[in-house]
C-alpha cells in the first residue's frame, strides 16, 4: 500500500526548503513532489518518499502540520494517451478521486498515477474487479 505524506505549508520563501533539508537530513528521499496553493498564503504539499512513516514522525516531530494518507498508485504508460485510457479504466470502475498526480518513472515507459480517493479500500476492490492493482511498494518508493 502507498502512502502519501501532507503537511499544511504557509506559502513565504524558504518554508518548502525547511521541509526538503529535513528529509535530507534524515535521509528521506522524496520521490515525487505536488505542491497546491489553497487560500489566504497557504498550501497543501503531498509528498511520495522512500519511508513515509519516518518522514510522518520527523515532520511531526518539528511541529509540522503533518498527516499521512493511503493513496493508490496505478501504472500507466509514457505515451500521448497513457492516461487518459488510464482515466477511462477508472471511470468504469466508477472510482471518484479528490487529488491526483503521475511521475513519470522512465521517458517512453514506466509512469504511474497517484490517486487519493475518499475510500482508498473501496476503490482499490472497484480497480481490482477491472484487473488495475496497485503497484507495489517497491516501485511506489523507488527501493
Do not use: C
Amino acid at each position: 500500500m502507498a502512502y502519501q505524506v501532507s503537511i499544511f505549508l504557509e506559502n513565504k520563501i524558504g518554508h518548502l526548503r525547511k521541509i526538503t533539508t529535513l528529509l535530507a537530513e534524515n535521509q528521506i528521499n522524496i520521490r515525487t513532489m505536488n505542491l497546491t496553493h489553497t487560500s489566504n498564503d497557504w498550501g497543501v504539499l503531498n509528498l511520495i518518499v522512500d519511508f513515509p512513516d519516518k518522514a510522518h514522525q520527523v515532520l511531526n516531530s518539528q511541529n509540522f502540520s503533518v498527516a499521512l494518507r493511503e493513496v493508490i498508485a496505478l501504472e500507466m504508460d509514457d505515451h500521448p494517451g497513457g492516461l487518459d485510457n488510464l482515466l477511462g479504466k477508472v471511470e468504469a470502475a466508477g472510482v471518484n478521486f479528490t487529488n491526483a498526480y503521475s511521475r513519470i518513472l522512465k521517458a517512453g515507459g514506466e509512469a504511474f498515477l497517484i490517486l487519493d480517493s475518499a475510500d482508498t479500500e473501496q476503490a482499490r476492490e472497484k480497480l481490482k474487479k477491472l484487473g488495475l492493482a496497485p503497484l507495489d511498494d517497491e516501485t511506489v518508493y523507488g527501493k
